[in-house]
C-alpha cells in the first residue's frame, strides 16, 4: 500500500496488481459498500478456501506472519510424526 489513490469506477486492474483498503468503516458503510462494484467487481463475500480452482493464493508481505505460519506448519507435521498419523500402510514416514 503505497498510497496511491484510483477511481473505483473506471480502472482497467491487472493481474499483478494489489488492491486494498487501509480504514475502519462504520458497519452501515461497509455493508452498503458491498453492495456496489468496486472496479467492475462485487466485493466477495463467501470464502470457500484456497483450493478452489481459480481462487488466487493469498498474499501477504509480513515476515512475521510467513515466520509464524511456518513454525506452526512444522509443529503440525512433528506432531503427525510422534503420533504416528503420517506413516503410510508401508510403516514409511
Known amino acids: 500500500m503505497n498510497g496511491s489513490s484510483l477511481p ?3 480502472v482497467d486492474l491487472v493481474s ?3 488492491v486494498a483498503v487501509k480504514s475502519i468503516f462504520p458497519e452501515k458503510e461497509y455493508e452498503e459498500e458491498l453492495q456496489n462494484k468496486h472496479f467492475g467487481e462485487y466485493t466477495p463475500v463467501d470464502f470457500s478456501g ?3 480452482k481459480g481462487m488466487p493464493f493469498p498474499f501477504w ?3 512475521s506472519f ?3 505460519s ?3 506448519a512444522l509443529t503440525q507435521y512433528k506432531e503427525l510424526i510422534a503420533t ?3 506413516i503410510d500402510n508401508h510403516g514409511h514416514y
Open 66 to 68: 510467513t515466520h509464524a
Open 61 to 63: 508481505s509480513s515476515e
Open 84 to 86: 504416528g498419523q503420517l
Open 8 to 10: 473505483l469506477d473506471d
Open 50 to 52: 484456497f483450493n478452489r
Open 70 to 72: 511456518a513454525v506452526l
Open 16 to 18: 499483478d496488481a494489489v
